[in-house]
């Protein structure tokens, strides 16, 4: 019976967010907000589970003396939220300043050493040879130069310059195309995991449960 | 100055450099490497944590946003009240289901087999909102498309061409498409299979590279304290 | 002024069109034939080459946005890995979802093995924050970062992770991924550690990673639906007594959606086929009436 609520629920949930595709409705604006409060609802749940519990509290009130050290992440996070407090808002400031260096620092090594490094190692190192034949392998390096020089801004794109920048162009554009080709592609499977909620699974489960 | 400024940036500089550094020193190094390595666990353990506590700060936000809302009884203020309704009980759930407390035992299934009630609302709300919400989008790319997508330069024709090949490529309509040729089924696809190995891997390596110079040169400028903007100022 | 209606037409009939076009399929299945491509391929071999002392580390790295392509390719994964017998490690990193999708998807695949014990065959650890930090300090030890896994249990007592440490104990990553973190594999895990990495990436990200697939940080890529039926198919005609299992009517499957995604592209390269037509007609009519008026 639960089973049969919850997949009517839910077939009355995605109907109400389609309506919106006829006109803005208040069916539509309540399955919105319902959609932003049940999705913060659960990243609650998941993190108090997943995170806070298992590697925070847990070791905390288990062994406190050998855990004692994570009372400062602990103190950091919940600083996080003196933002909210106006008069004391800056505190804040010290855990953000933590937590964004800590990311900012590995995606500097993650965009440096696996990123520009193996994209232009792979680009230059084996021109000849590889999975790729030669004449491909020599389109792939006069396109990823062609487009770098369309990025580069710091001299003028004419003459030389300016045609290889065009040719970087066109590399994008069928970059592009390839990239709205699947991007089609993918909204369109998002819409066929709804329609087969609705018109298959929805009238299996129904017919199960009656 | 010091506290609202300084030991910002100051840390800002430390622990942005342990994954810098911890990158280049081996933790069997002497002498330096059991520091290293103490570190960048504890860091990265930390981390773990923080980012939690970091997740939940929207959270705080939406709930302030909302509760002003319907104190002031703004238009639409039955909706930001269905807002909070989703987000207490969902919540609620979560942190029963944290603490384990009668049949709030974890968030998937409970001991009896069942579904959590957490579970149950995952797969009866919030699973079906983020889907159709999503879904929607479907709708919209075929209409922008149609209205949109016009051919009007070379650059727009290259575009469209790529486009079609690989929207056609990329289902079994480029098998149809030259099927009634000797081997003309393997044309299409062997066509997309050209495209997205070579000029579209080529387009998204410079993309790649133009890109990750950028971000890291923004790092920099975050680690050394000459960005600041994320700390909401500009001050010398 | 009637060329200018027929571009103009209202756009519930373009979405009218989408939804016929996808229902109807799903509906009334016509049963277009699937080929596979090298990328996936390429997952596919890695995985047949791998046995029952491997192990393979999965991450549910998608919600339920994009579930439709990325649920059938965790699927058809995890039957491989089961079928050969390799040791399966899951874990989420995506907040949006990730954790409950693994839920669902094991809560599927693991009755029809019912031989597989949880803890010796496969081990779920759940969903952690701070995916990168939690990616680099998995380098170091699972339990730095996973002390219980999701039911609690303290990894220590989990078979399978006794002799799971590290990534030096596993032979492939595999990401099911909405969005960056399918990169971070790349560029972070298998960048520093050097450990395999395969993508079952959405449709939207999968053109980006044909860039790192040339340069090896993956060695395989599922993009979209597509790429999720080619792997199915790929399973099937290996191992035949899964078409029974993917042909029981009423279940979703990726082959089974591509139907309707053969349709909808069709549809929508008419629509853009019809659109420029009618935009070149108008053109052309403005251009003699210039002329004419010249």
Redesign the interface.
Known sequence: MSQLIGVWVAAFLTLCIFSFLYRDNPFFRFAESLFAGVSLGYYIGIVAVNTLVPNLINPLFGDFGANAHLLIPLLLGLNLYTRFIPRIAWLARISLAVYIAYYIGINMVQKIQGEIVPQVGSTILHPIGGVMTPVDNLILIVGVLAVLIYFYFSIEHRGAVGAVSRLGVWFLMLGFGAAFGYTVMGRVSLLIGRMNFLFIDLVRITGQAL | MFWKLRLPLALTFIVGLVPIVTFFLSTQAPVIGPAVQFARDRVERYMVIIAGFALLLGVVSVVQGSVRKIERRRPGWPFAASLLAGLVVMGAFGILSAMRVGPFQGLLTAPDGGMTPFFWMTRNLFNPLQAAMFSLLAFYIASAAFRAFRVRNVEATILLIAAFIVMAGRTPLGEYAFGWLPGGERWLPAVTDWIMTVPNAAAQRGVIIGAALGAASLSLRVILGIERSYLGTTEK | MKLERL?NID??I??L???VG??LP??LPIG????S??PVRSLFEKVESLGPEDVVLLSFDY???????NTPMAEAILRHCFTRGIKVVVIALF???G??MA??VL?NITPEYPQLQEGVDYAFL?????????M??MG?AFV?????D???RPLGEIPLMQRVVNYDDVDLIVTLSTNVIAE?W???V???FGTPVAVGA???S???Y??F?????MIGLL????GASEYERLVIDRYPHFARLYDRP?V?TAIK??D???V??????A??L???TV??LIRRRDRRAGLRDA
């Open positions: 571009v756009r519930r373009v979405y069109c989408i939804a996808t229902t799903l509906l277009l034939p699937v080929s491509t090298p919600g339920p946005t994009t579930a439709p392509e907040p949006i979802g954790v409950t839920g669902e809560a759940g969903y952690k924050d701070g995916a990168q930090a939690a680099k300090q170091v730095n970062v996973f002390p219980v999701n039911g609690r971070w790349a560029n972070l298998n960048a520093q959405t449709a939207v999968a053109p980006k044909y860039a697939l040339d340069s090896g940080q993009g979209g639906l597509k009423g979703y959606g591509m309707a995604q053969t909808d592209h069709a549809i929508i390269m629509f853009i019809f659109g420029n935009h070149f």
